[in-house]
């Protein structure tokens, strides 16, 4: 987490000014997509953890790439490629 924090100081007076200037909305949407599926998701994964054994909260863990590597891999196909 440091080393992310060290990596984003350079950005920070730009981002300052960006949130300054950006419309309400725009600002309403970023605060929506951190707090929702991010905040969200640590907060069931944690109920998860404490409620089912270790091996089937574990496990779960493994669903989450292909899930997203299919839903990613989707929409490439649909991508026109440069070399047509």
């Known amino acids: 987490m440091a080393a992310g924090t060290l ?6 007076p730009v981002t300052v000014d960006a949130v300054g200037h950006a419309p309400a909305g725009a ?3 970023a605060a929506f997509l ?5 905040a969200l998701g640590f ?4 109920y998860a ?8 909260s574990a496990a779960a863990l493994y669903l989450v790439p292909p ?7 989707g929409g490439l196909r649909r991508c026109p490629t440069s070399s047509n």
């Open 34 to 38: 951190d707090l929702l599926p991010s």
């Open 7 to 12: 990596i984003a100081l350079p950005v920070l």
């Open 43 to 46: 907060v069931i994964r944690g």
């Open 27 to 29: 600002l309403a949407v």
């Open 49 to 56: 953890v404490t409620r089912l054994p270790m091996s089937v």
């Open 67 to 73: 899930a997203r590597s299919s839903s990613l891999s």
